[in-house]
């Protein structure tokens, strides 16, 4: 079965300093990888994924993220966080064997301190 | 460009009462559509997905039914409202063999059951 863990609920960094937010992943198959981000009351905004290929990845907002399959890890980074990258971040993965379901990680807020 | 609607934005009904929620989506064909129920703005909770017309798999049991009357359109109802259904409802779809892997989301409902 697929599942995606956050370790972290919380994640606190000061703005200009980099961010990272962690994500680690089971699957059977090979992972499909994906990051989200959610602000208050709207939908989730798709910032990058992971198919195949190189394992670092750039997407939106200055966004990137790296698999490591070995630790099965795909964690968010960005060099320089701003405040207005506060928010909930979701990772989510589809499992290559599993068809079409996609399994969502319990989401990490991130609060940019100014 | 596609897009994914979803109706009404914020919902307030008693326990006991029916309930619709309708997602569309535009400018795609044969979308996977789903729906999730966030609770206290955290985790994600898959309730049902659908690969067409008239085909639906539920993934929780519960007071909550789907269905999908046309290709881009999916409706989430129940006969009667429980206190417990009190979320955040998120519309997602996914165009699958397009070589575009992850789901869009809509801009969500909220729903409080009083």
């Known amino acids: 079965a697929q599942s995606v863990a956050q370790p972290e609920d919380q994640v606190n960094v000061a703005e200009g300093n980099p961010l990272t937010v962690k994500c680690t992943y089971s699957v059977s198959g090979n992972p499909y990888l994906f990051w989200y981000v959610q602000y208050p009351n709207r939908g989730l905004q798709f910032l990058l994924k992971?198919?195949?290929?190189?394992?670092l990845v750039k997407g939106s907002y200055g966004f990137e993220a790296e698999f490591n399959k070995s630790q099965t890890s795909f964690h968010l980074k960005k060099p320089s966080a701003l405040v207005s990258d506060s928010a909930l971040y979701f990772c989510?993965?589809?499992?290559?064997?599993?068809?079409?379901?996609?399994?969502f990680g319990p989401g990490t807020r991130l609060s940019v301190l100014p | 460009s596609q897009t994914i609607h979803q109706w009404p934005a914020t919902l307030v009904q008693p326990v006991g009462s029916p309930l619709s929620l309708e997602c569309t989506v535009e400018?795609?064909?044969?979308?996977?559509l789903y729906w999730y129920r966030q609770a206290a703005g955290r985790g994600l909770q898959l309730l049902f997905y659908s690969v067409g017309i008239g085909q639906i798999s539920s993934e929780v049991p519960q007071n909550l039914s789907a269905s999908r009357p046309q290709d881009r359109q999916f409706i989430l109802s129940s006969k009667k409202l429980l206190l417990s259904d009190s979320g955040f409802y998120l519309c997602?779809?996914?165009?699958?063999?397009?070589?575009?892997?992850?789901?869009?989301f809509g801009p969500g409902t909220r729903l409080t059951v009083t």
């Open positions: 992971y198919i195949t290929g190189d394992n």
């Open positions: 997602a779809w996914h165009a699958p063999g397009t070589g575009a892997y992850e789901q869009y």
């Open positions: 400018g795609t064909s044969n979308p996977n």
């Open positions: 989510a993965v589809r499992d290559s064997n599993y068809g079409q379901n996609f399994v």
